[in-house]
Structures are given as C-alpha cells and as structure tokens.
C-alpha cells in the first residue's frame, strides 16, 4: 500500500521550519505517547498536543486539541521543554529534541520521526548514550536494529548534490549528468543526483528540459533547482494530485493547487479528504504490484548476466574434448581428471566423470559445449528484452509515485489481478507436479515429492511419454510428453534432463548423468517405498544443472 502524503526532502525541511516557529520554548510530556493505531502524540501545553498519524492511510502531521488527543489531561506533567525542531539537509528525518533538568540522565533526549516512504516510525532518543528508550514499530530494517535499548542509527544519507558549491561549478556537474539523457530519463536521474529532488516536483523543476532536447531548457531548469535548494521555501499549498491532496510548500507547475495557510493547515486539509477506512487505495495496489513487476525484471537480468559471464565456456569445453579425444590412453580407468599437453606446449587438466570411459567422457564434453554454445548465442536477445523489461516498469514506478496512472500499467497489472481473484474463487487440485514447457513448445512435468513422483509417473502421463531421473541419486521423477517415434528433440530432452537435474539430490555437480527411457520401461517394485522404482532399460544424457534455465522454461 502507498502512503497518501508523501515526503520529500523538500516538504519536511519546511516542516521542520513551521514546526520550529510554532513548538520552540513550549512545555511538553517528556515521554510522547505511542499508540497502537500507528500514532505518536506528544502533549503541550495551552491544551494542544502534536500529533504525528504514521499509518500507511493516514500520514498527516497536526497540531490538535482536548477533542481529538484522548492523551490530553490537566494532571499531565509537562515538564520538558522542546529546545529544537530540525531536519538534516536532504533528509525526510525530524527531529524534536526535549529538555527537562535532572528528569533523565543528561535531561535530554529526542523524537525522531522517519518519514521515508513505507517505512514511516517513530522513536525516543536519548541524547546522551543514542540508545533508543521506546519506538512507535520495533522492528529490524535495513540493517538497523529498532528497539528500545539499542543504540539508535539513522538510515543511509542520501549522498545528493547539495547547493553548498560556486554556482558555476554546480551547473556545470548538472549539465554534465542530464545534458547527455534522453529528455525522458532526465528526471529519474535528477532525483537519484541532486539534493531535495523527489518525483513529487522533478517534473516541474525540469520543465521544457523533460521533453526536449537544448542546453537553454536544461539552463532554465537549473536555475529553478537552484532557487528551490539553496533557498527556503515558507509558502503552503495543497496539490490536487491523482493520489488526493498533497501538502507541499511550493506550487508546481502543470499540478492545480490551492493556498493555505499553513503546511499543518494544509494537513488538516488532507486529513479531512481522506479516504474512509477500508475503501480501496488503487492507485496504491497499481504501484506495489508494478515495484513487484520491476523487482522480478531485476532479478531476471541478474540471473542472465550471470550466465553472460560465463560467455566462452562453450569454446574451452570443446577444446578439451579435442585434447581428450587426441589423447584417449592418457585417461586412466575410474580418473576424475587428467592433465593433458595441449596444442600450445602446455599442459591443461581435464575433468573427468570417473563412470565414463575416455571416449564417453569426450562426447560428454562436445555435448556440454554445444548446449553452453546455444545458450550463449540465445543470452544477449535475452537479456536485452529483460533490460527493455526492466525500463518499462522503471518508468511505470516513476509514474505511479509521481501520481499518474498510465493507462497500459493499469491494463497490465488490473487484468493480472483479476485472473488471479478468479484463481483463487475457483480452487482447483493441487497436481503432483511442476509443469514447465520446453524452447520447442513439450511439456514437463516434474515430480514434487516422492509420493507425488509415483502419482506422476503411474498415474499421470502415457507409456510413451519419455521418462527421467537423475542417476543413482534421489531425485524428481521428470516426464516429457512425448508421443512420437522414436527420441524427441535433442534440445528438449536435454532441457527436460537439466529440471531432472536440477530437481536432484546432485544439483551442485558441475555435470550430472540423467537417464532416460519411455515411461512403459519404468516399473514399481512390490513393496517399494514411494518415488522407488526400476527401469528396464535406458539412455544417458550429460547435463549442467541450470537454475536460470528452469526459471525460464516455467509454464506456471
């Protein structure tokens, strides 16, 4: 779920100013109260208290009164007094720092509320020793352990440009990062680059720059960062933004917007417009679902780099199966390497399947480099689509957060999530296999459990369906359909061998012997446990087990 405001460097740094002005001197609880309705309220005198709402649907910032703080009564001891409100440069961090003399150790100590998107929280501070005494959500996050008694870690700064340079050096680091961008990628790399930038107003700070081409437009776009960061925006607006009313400090333009007098003002506005409890945040569901979208897209790409790195193996397992081949009585019987004199003057080492014969061990070489030559010629096309993948979602959640739906991500994610609402209104039997289909259109299906690879194998599929397990090794019984004469593909049964192998007890060995046969040679014995059968007879295959390759071939 989306947070209904969002803060920005720019808004809480603004925050930090109101809150200043109206808080500074005033008495207050010492210990602000944290509720279970994901609030903190810390009482003040004159009958207020500021009241920070840090549920996902809520998220306003107020000043409120005896009718709304149940925590407000005449016998509480205010006997702190808030000395600072602040925020760190760049940051969406507050911090209320309290003074009480001799109360507490030290007399001092802070609120400090993190306003970073998701992972809104809430904690006292001691000043002294930076141990946390109490916390709105214990949690472990980010490396950061947040719990009372442990010594309190603010998150990661962001690292941005800040506006702490000669003007002419800063916009010559700002036309050197965005003058080279498509217009349409510029203000994702502003808001990764410089300081109190946030997809709330990088469309507007870039202006013209975001859709042409021109060091004029790039220049004009400078000079409004520049004015926004190094000075100190005190105006408050409500921003009428496709997520509801946003509190901001400045206008934007292509937003509407309306004056208020306040930034907390501006809050009450925003609380007021609310949403009620329960009803549905689309727009919410669209982002995390396409965050979901990009997330599965960056970890495709990692997985297919991974296998591009590996781009040349192809060559050298063919190179040892020529050395082999040439030197067939230097392999002795049952070796698991051997240390060959190749075609250069040197010496290479071999591995070796201690199973095989020599000349068997040299086939299992060319067939491994032809499967790794077919995989490395296929990686490229691959992985340039998952990267255009990956840019397509990017950009969907730069869009989202900035408030626009665009109507292909609505389509998309919308008709996903009604297939699966049926999905689950219409539960069908669980089946005792995996089901995956090869690069030439065969299914596989593969054994879940031992109980569920006697299902499988007796119960379903044909006796002409080809039948594999990994050799001498537990494993998943694996069944390609298959009804044709004689062997199917070789590349499908050397990827239907490879789930066989990677669903087996031998999946870290670099190559594993799979067997296979037609399913009318595979018998149960009496009295068997589950999974155990036999075979009459059957065929080997050498494969690599591949999980990047079962991530692909899934028909789930």
């Known amino acids: 779920m989306s947070n209904l405001i969002r803060y920005d460097p720019l808004l809480v740094r603004a925050l930090s100013g109101e809150l200043r002005a109206a808080l500074q001197g005033r008495q207050a609880l010492p ?25 996902p649907q809520r998220g306003w910032i107020r000043l409120v009164g005896d009718d709304e703080a149940a925590t407000l009564r005449e016998d509480l001891d205010l ?40 992972q809104w929280n809430a904690l006292l501070v001691d000043s002294e020793d930076r141990r946390i005494v109490s916390v709105l959500r214990a949690r472990d996050a980010g490396g950061r352990t947040l719990r009372p008694g442990a010594v309190y870690r603010p998150p990661e700064p962001a690292k941005r440009t800040l506006p702490d340079r000669p003007r002419a050096e800063l916009l010559g680091a700002w036309m050197s990062r965005l003058s080279h961008l498509p217009p349409a990628e510029r203000a994702r790399e502003l808001v990764r680059r410089f300081a109190y930038t946030s997809p709330v107003n990088a469309a507007s700070l870039l202006g013209p720059a975001a859709t042409r081409e021109g060091e004029d437009a ?10 926004l960061a190094d000075g100190d925006p005190d105006g408050a607006f409500v921003l009428h933004t496709p997520q509801g009313p946003q509190p901001y400090p ?48 960056e970890r495709r790409i990692g997985s297919l780099r991974a296998e591009l790195a590996g781009v040349g193996e192809a060559e050298r397992l063919r190179a040892h199966g020529d050395l082999l081949l040439a030197h067939l009585d230097w392999a002795e019987p049952g070796a698991s390497s051997v240390v060959l004199p190749d075609f250069d003057g040197g010496e290479t080492e071999v591995s070796l399947d201690p199973a095989l014969k020599p000349h068997e061990n040299a086939e299992r070489l060319y067939a491994e480099a032809r499967r790794r030559a077919r995989a490395e010629a296929r990686i490229p096309e691959v992985l340039e689509q998952a990267e255009r993948d990956r840019e397509r979602w990017a950009g969907a959640v730069d869009a989202l957060e900035r408030g626009e739906v ?8 919308l008709r996903s999530e009604q ?25 596989v299906r593969v054994g879940r459990t031992s109980k569920d690879n006697d299902r499988l194998t007796f119960g379903n599929c044909l006796p002409s369906d080809v039948w594999l397990h990994a050799r001498s090794v537990p494993g998943s ?30 999946r870290t060995s670099g190559t594993v012997a799979v067997d296979w046969t037609r399913r009318k040679y595979v018998r149960k014995p009496r009295g068997a446990p589950p999974g155990r059968v036999s075979i009459l007879h059957a065929k080997t295959v050498f494969v690599a087990p591949d999980g990047a390759l079962e991530e692909r071939l899934r028909a789930e």
């Open 250 to 297: 400045i206008p934007l333009d292509g937003v509407s917007y309306q004056p208020a007098d306040s930034l907390l003002g501006a809050m009450e506005t925003a609380a007021g417009a609310a949403p009620a409890e329960g009803e549905e945040d689309v727009a919410g569901a669209l982002l995390a679902r396409a965050r979901k979208r990009l997330a599965g897209a």
């Open 79 to 118: 006997s702190a007094r808030v000395v600072r409100v602040s925020a760190p440069a760049d940051e969406r961090l507050l911090r209320v720092d309290l003074h009480e003399g001799g109360r507490f150790r030290g007399g001092r100590r802070s609120l400090v509320v993190e306003l970073h998107t998701n």
């Open 218 to 227: 790039l220049a004009a776009a400078f000079d409004r960062w520049w004015e």
């Open 31 to 55: 210990q602000p109260v944290f509720d279970a309705d994901l609030s903190c309220t810390l009482p003040l005198d004159r009958g207020q208290a500021l009241r920070f709402d840090l549920h």
């Open 406 to 413: 665009p109507e292909w991500v609505t389509g998309a994610l």
């Open 477 to 506: 019984h694996v069944v390609l359909r298959w009804a044709g004469e004689g062997a199917p593909p070789a590349r499908d049964l050397e990827e239907a061998a490879t789930l066989a192998a990677w669903y087996s007890k031998a």
């Open 419 to 443: 297939k699966e609402k049926k999905s689950r209104a219409q539960p069908v039997e669980r089946l005792p296999y995996r089901l995956y289909r090869t690069s030439g259109g065969l299914e």
